[in-house]
């Protein structure tokens, strides 16, 4: 992901993909409950305003909670 901090990268993601946002993001473009987003490794500090930084080498992985029988 290209960017500082999640957020930029983040943006850069949803220009590419505008319906992902939908589903990581609620209407305050805050992290959705269910999301959770990891950068090497570490689960993110500011699940807000996104602002946890990034190497220009980082993994960031970003996961759904799934629920069901």
């Known amino acids: 992901m290209d960017g500082n901090c999640l957020r930029e990268a ?18 305050q473009q805050r992290l959705r ?7 090497d490794d570490q689960v993110i500090q500011d699940r807000v305003k996104q602002t946890d930084s990034l190497q220009a ?13």
């Open 10 to 27: 983040l943006e850069n993601v949803f220009e590419k993909n505008p319906k992902l946002r939908g589903y990581v993001l609620d209407d």
């Open 33 to 39: 409950h269910h999301v959770v987003i990891f950068i």
């Open 57 to 69: 080498d980082s993994e960031v992985y970003i996961m759904q909670a799934l629920s069901g029988g």
